[in-house]
């Protein structure tokens, strides 16, 4: 590559329009006011969890349907000496162990939003209970009022 023509890529790349790296930061999306804008509420967290325990009930249900008759329909076949059957076998505990995966995945969701939900409400409280102004007194509810109007 001869020097000009590293000059002028280096020159077209710093004119580019591109995104870099940038830290603490994130561009405003259309109507918004940038990072601070992320709001998590108590109650979507609940409905969140919920339906990663439904999804959880549901797996139980559904996704062991097959199972028992898979597992016979295997053990016959192993019996009757064909091949088929082992591999059907091999395919039962293979959907067994990740259905079991799955469930565990759903739960550790919903129990670690809860989680989440709980914690957050303590810190709320022990917030709104122990805010000090700076002489170190208490400061009443409507005395936070006043900061944040």
């Known amino acids: 590559m001869a020097w000009e023509e590293w000059e002028r890529l280096k020159t077209e790349a710093a004119g580019a329009d591109r995104t870099g790296v940038r830290v ?14 992320l709001v998590v509420r108590s109650d979507e967290l609940g409905k969140l969890g919920d339906l990663a325990r439904d999804l959880r009930q549901r797996l139980s249900t559904a996704g062991d349907y097959a199972r028992p008759a898979t597992y016979d ?3 016959e076949l192993i019996g ?3 091949e088929l059957g082992s591999a ?5 505990d293979a959907w067994n162990t990740k259905l079991t995966t799955l469930k565990e995945a759903c739960a550790h969701i919903s ?16 917030i709104a209970t122990e805010m000090r102004n700076a002489d170190g007194e208490k400061m009443t509810v409507s005395r936070i009022y006043d900061y944040i109007k």
């Open 111 to 126: 129990n670690h939003l809860d989680h989440s939900r709980g914690i957050h409400a303590e810190d709320e409280k022990k």
């Open 73 to 75: 329909a295997a053990v």
């Open 88 to 92: 059907l076998l091999e395919e039962h």
């Open 24 to 37: 603490n930061s994130a561009p405003p999306a259309s109507g918004g006011g940038g990072p601070s804008d």
């Open 80 to 82: 009757d000496d064909m």
